[in-house]
């Protein structure tokens, strides 16, 4: 029953048949893993792909949870003999954790409060007495001491100090009250706001934090990146935060409305009301908006930074060519490092092209070498310190190869996040123990242009730099998401699995680290795997994870050629099926599109397999083994843009889109400094989300649209026909007081900036959208 409860929960939530969803738990819990649901048990699920199945688990589990604490609940109140049916009915039927814990409250053992001793002591009826006549405007606290005469007792020897018993037992029931308590936290966040202000002396210091000195703002209209910025500067001790539900008297209404009790102005127990708002309920409300302010907020950081993240490892791969990896650097020189088509490190070298050393031709020559020696297609660079002078090198090893008669390499700039990282984990160490560390990140740079999926997997994606305030979120959901954002990624693409990494293996479905690395000892004591079914000689890999991880797994030039697609082994007997139908050989049938257009699904499907899975069979024997990512091109920087201050408002440049946040998108022009595109510039019209303009990898054509040097900001616009005049002065600017702005027209209310409590609180105008979002990704600080 409480199976069929979660199930038809979920399907509500997801918009799809409960039957569908139903399956989809019984395929998790046994065991099935959600690339393999998604791709091979479309039947089952109606087509359910990853990221509802994701949603989909993340819900099972919040609710599984939820009904194993009632569980736990309804145990503790039954065995303190006060389980009704009403209240059973009332914790059964509830949805949400909050609304558990808030009908729990009265049952729930607590140390003992001036409540419970004023029970004890028989104050119970002078209560009772107290809210029946406390109301009234002529009830004042002196007329309450004179009815506290009779119930003096131990404990509680005076007058006043037996009212202050009563009222603490009044306040206790409003506290442990479930629908008045989980009525006044919704109104407290639905009318609620905060506030923030500068912790004296600390204005220097937290600069960065200005837009927030003297700032106030609804709950339900901050969007995540504020939420952060200002919990950000709390935690940091520069911001004093304080958030309101507004007027109290609002609440103590509110309180008059639910209990039913008269409350006049001025009466005694509407003071005691006032009293428990602002001690328990108040209090109690303001942490859970804080709490829910930040869930909220961590929930949206980290479906941007799991969409940024998927757009990075599913960008365009340059494919098997020689590359060329530069780690630019000026003191320490630029390290390379050569890599052959498969990824095989054939020669590094240390070149000290730039300041102080400036021993530029010989780096030309030194590169040139090697370039021609290796038949270098590609020269990956760095887009760290010395990016751009690194890229000029770059661009004469080229065209030297060029005058010669070679082929001239494409020189492209490659994000370099994370390459120190990897270069000094242990699987780097691993995979190159005779290497120097400093050069390994040159490895990494040629080779995640090769192919970015393949090599950025060994990188912990927290450190690929695509996420909005990584370090504040939760940790183990963050690790989590972005571990489902890699395993959807390397599924999705597919893996080579004779040339493919342990690091890679080990994010193909059903394949854990300890598999992973019996899959590579195993091919390297037997050789290339010929056939899928060879997974199954490898050490502790069963039949649960063969059937999980053989169709994301290919095998080129192997015994069977549907071994190099996305077709089940399981399903082969429909391809055979296929095969006899057509009079064709497995081999003649692959890409032979004229014949594969004309086949109906329904004619193969059977009980085993349904008319979805023939489909996709029928496609991917039409393309097998076909790259979902994107093809591969480059941006082209402007010649004689190499530094901010070569900018100029009115520019039209090409630039790489490197990160795309909840307020615009970062985008890089070749200049050291990435420019913002705000949400506000981005197109004609209200801008819901970034990620419906731009992803992480895009190039576009962007306008220049103010530049500060000194703070190093630059304003961008993807609207071309924007006027740099309306958002700057037209030049760029030094250090001036004046802030920059993006694009005012369209999206209105959606720039990110400070919009200030609606309600007449104290406001701060803030000094543009631009600016704002530019110190929240932490630019000018």
């Not at 909220?296 to 590359?323: H, I, S, Y």
């Not at 854990?512 to 000892?521: D, H």
């Not at 049938?589 to 008319?611: C, H, Q, R, Y």
């Amino acid at each position: 029953m409480v199976g069929r409860v979660i199930s038809s929960t979920i399907a509500r939530e997801l918009g799809v048949p409960e039957n569908h969803v139903q399956a989809a738990i019984d395929l998790l819990d046994e065991g099935n893993t959600v690339p393999f649901i998604a791709r091979y048990r479309k039947e089952k699920t109606g087509g359910l792909d990853d990221s509802q199945l994701r949603e989909l688990d993340q819900r099972l589990s919040y609710l599984r949870e939820l009904e194993d604490r009632k569980n736990t609940i309804l145990a503790a109140i039954d065995e303190q003999g006060k389980l009704t049916d009403d209240l059973k009915a009332l914790i059964v039927g509830c949805e949400t954790k909050a609304r558990l814990e808030d009908l729990y409250l009265p049952y729930k053992k607590r140390r003992k409060t001036k409540a419970d001793t004023a029970r004890e002591a028989g104050l119970e009826p002078l209560a009772d007495l107290l809210i029946e006549r406390g109301g009234s405007a002529t009830f004042t606290a002196e007329t309450a001491a004179g009815e506290a005469e009779a119930f003096i007792c131990e404990g509680f020897a005076e007058p006043k100090a037996v009212v202050d018993g009563a009222r603490a037992i009044i306040i206790d029931r409003l506290a442990t009250d479930a629908d008045l308590v989980g009525g006044l936290r919704d109104d407290f966040f639905a009318k609620g706001s905060l506030t923030s202000s500068v912790v004296e002396g600390k204005q220097q210091e937290g600069q960065r934090f200005s837009d927030y000195f003297d700032y106030s703002e609804p709950f339900t209209s901050m969007p995540s990146h504020r939420i952060l910025a200002v919990l950000r500067g709390e935690s940091e001790g520069v911001l004093t935060v304080t958030l309101s539900g507004g007027d109290d008297e609002m609440f103590v209404s509110g309180i008059a409305n639910h209990t039913g009790w008269t409350m006049e102005p001025g009466s005694w127990l509407r003071d005691a009301a006032t009293r428990g708002w602002r001690t328990k309920l108040g209090v109690s409300a303001g942490l859970d908006a804080r709490m829910k302010l930040k869930d909220v907020a961590e929930d949206e950081a980290l479906k941007v930074f799991a969409t940024n993240l998927r757009d990075v490892l599913l960008a365009a791969p340059a494919g098997q060519r020689a590359t060329l990896g530069i780690d630019p650097g000026y003191r320490n020189g630029c390290k390379c490092a050569v890599i052959g088509k498969t990824g095989t490190v054939l020669d590094t070298v240390i070149v000290y092209p730039h300041q102080p050393q400036n021993r530029f031709d010989d780096a030309v020559k030194v590169l040139s070498s090697l370039a021609a020696t290796h038949r270098v297609e590609l020269i990956a660079v760095g887009n760290g310190t010395a990016s751009r002078e690194s890229v000029q090198l770059a661009g004469k090893v080229a065209d030297l190869l060029a005058a010669a008669g070679g082929e001239k390499p494409v020189v492209v700039t490659v994000s370099e996040s994370g390459a120190s990282v990897y270069s000094a984990s242990k699987l780097a160490a691993e995979e190159f123990p005779d290497m120097d560390v400093s050069l390994r990140g040159a490895v990494s740079i040629a080779r995640r242009l090769q192919d970015p999926l393949a090599e950025l997997v060994k990188i912990d994606p927290k450190s690929i730099g695509v996420g909005q305030y990584q370090h504040d979120v939760n940790q183990t959901n963050l690790a989590t998401t972005l571990d489902a954002v890699v395993e959807d990624a390397v599924n999705a693409v597919g893996v080579d699995l004779n040339t493919a990494s342990a690091a890679l293996l080990g994010r193909v479905a059903g394949i854990s680290a300890t598999l992973a690395g019996n899959i590579v000892a195993h091919r390297d004591s037997n050789g290339a795997f010929t056939s899928r079914k060879g997974l199954l000689d490898v050490q502790r890999l069963g039949p649960k994870a063969f059937e999980q991880c053989a169709g994301f797994l290919r095998i080129n030039g192997g015994d069977n050629p549907l071994d190099r697609s996305a077709v089940h082994p399981e399903a082969y007997p429909v391809v055979e099926k296929i095969v006899a139908a057509t009079g064709l050989t497995i081999d003649r049938l692959i890409g032979n599109s004229p014949v594969l257009a004309k086949l109906k699904p329904e004619d193969f499907a059977d009980d085993t397999f349904g008319v979805p899975t023939v489909t996709d069979i029928i496609a991917e024997l039409d393309k097998p083994g076909r790259d979902p990512r994107p093809e591969f091109v480059t941006a082209t920087f402007k010649e004689g843009v190499e530094k901010i201050s070569d900018l100029h408002p009115g520019m039209i440049l090409e630039g790489t889109v490197t990160n795309v946040a909840a307020f615009g998108a970062f985008v890089d022009v070749g200049v050291h400094q990435d420019g913002l595109v705000h949400i506000s510039a981005m197109k004609k019209g209200f801008v819901d989300d970034p990620h419906s303009v731009v992803k992480s990898g895009d190039i576009v054509k962007v306008k220049v649209m103010d530049v500060d040097v000194d703070r190093k900001r630059i304003s961008l616009s993807l609207r071309l026909d924007d006027d740099p005049e309306e958002t700057g002065s037209g030049k760029p600017r030094g250090n001036r007081d004046k802030q920059s702005t993006s694009g005012r027209r369209g999206n209105r209310g959606n720039s990110g900036e400070p919009r200030g409590n609606q309600r007449g609180s104290k406001t701060r105008a803030p000094k543009g959208s631009m600016a704002d979002a530019l110190r929240q990704a932490g630019f000018g600080k």
